[in-house]
């Protein structure tokens, strides 16, 4: 696949993002892959059964999001058409916008996915998109509401454990995780991979606390066991905590030879970034 010069690439999604900014708009897709030099949205030309949602901070994208991301895709390949969908939230809610801009998060999005299409060699679609929307259920009926995805196809959000528990935290919920939970359990399944993690453990440890919750733990803080079901635990591979490299800071030297994260973000990443 041919790859777009990173200058004017940037500069386009520069002013996608702007364009956003400034709109009521809650999400919007700001284009779609595979595309050539001059990147646009394109909608479904088929039903999707299953939209994966990897909502991150991409800063910067890891193999360990690539990861995620092609098992994902692999797992729903029997069930029907699939699309992935790269999400990078403006507003998030626990995260400040640094060291690297949302331009330029979203020009490593790209060239993630550029790199995810050549390695899958098949007629998959992934939109780079953003939203203002902080909170995973937000940020579901939003997809649902924008009408780009007309099939209403299942959203598979793909988290880390340290996610799920922050999901499952009630104080992110004044009016009660039922009122804002039903509905993203109803239209939206979880994908969790487990990680060895200084505060959760190891993988035995946080599937003893994901059947806790499975078992009454939801209850417990205003949830409903049920939504459990609609939980799926796979382990990581051995890319390690991407939370361990997203800390460090995004220069040339420290990634651009750094095995645990995608390339070709050597294009992207700069002394200066």
């Not at 709109?23 to 479904?44: E, G, K």
């Not at 994902?72 to 999400?87: D, F, H, V």
């Not at 203002?132 to 299942?154: C, E, L, N, V």
Request: charged share 25%.
């Amino acid at each position: 696949m041919q790859r777009p010069d990173p200058k004017s690439l940037l500069s386009l999604l520069s002013r996608s993002l702007t364009s956003f900014q400034s709109s009521p708009d809650v999400f919007r897709v700001l284009c779609t892959l595979p595309h050539q030099s001059d990147p646009a949205p394109r909608r479904p030309a088929r039903p999707v059964r299953n939209l994966v949602v990897l909502d991150s901070s991409f800063n910067p994208p890891t193999k360990a999001h690539a990861s995620m991301a092609r098992d994902a895709l692999g797992a729903t390949k029997e069930q029907g058409a699939r699309r992935l969908l790269l999400l990078l939230s403006v507003n998030n809610a626990d995260k400040a916008p640094k060291p690297a801009s949302f331009p330029l998060r979203l020009g490593m999005m790209d060239a993630m996915g550029r790199e995810l299409l050549e390695e899958l060699q098949e007629d998959v679609e992934i939109d780079v998109a953003v939203t203002t929307m902080a909170f995973f259920h937000d940020k579901a009926r939003a997809i649902a509401q924008s009408g780009f995805y007309p099939s209403a196809p299942t959203q598979v959000f793909l988290a880390g454990f340290d996610t799920l528990v922050r999901i499952f935290n009630p104080k992110y919920y004044p009016d009660g995780m039922q009122a804002a939970l039903d509905p993203l359990f109803a239209a939206a399944r979880l994908r969790v991979t487990t990680r060895p993690d200084e505060q959760w453990g190891g993988t035995e440890e946080q599937r003893a606390e994901v059947e806790r919750l499975a078992t009454g733990g939801l209850e417990d803080v205003g949830g409903r066991r049920a939504w459990m079901e609609r939980v799926d635990v796979v382990e990581g591979g051995e890319e390690g905590d991407r939370r361990q490299f997203r800390r460090s800071r995004i220069t040339h030297q420290t990634h651009t030879g750094n095995k645990q994260f995608v390339q070709p973000l050597a294009t992207w990443i700069s002394p200066s970034a």
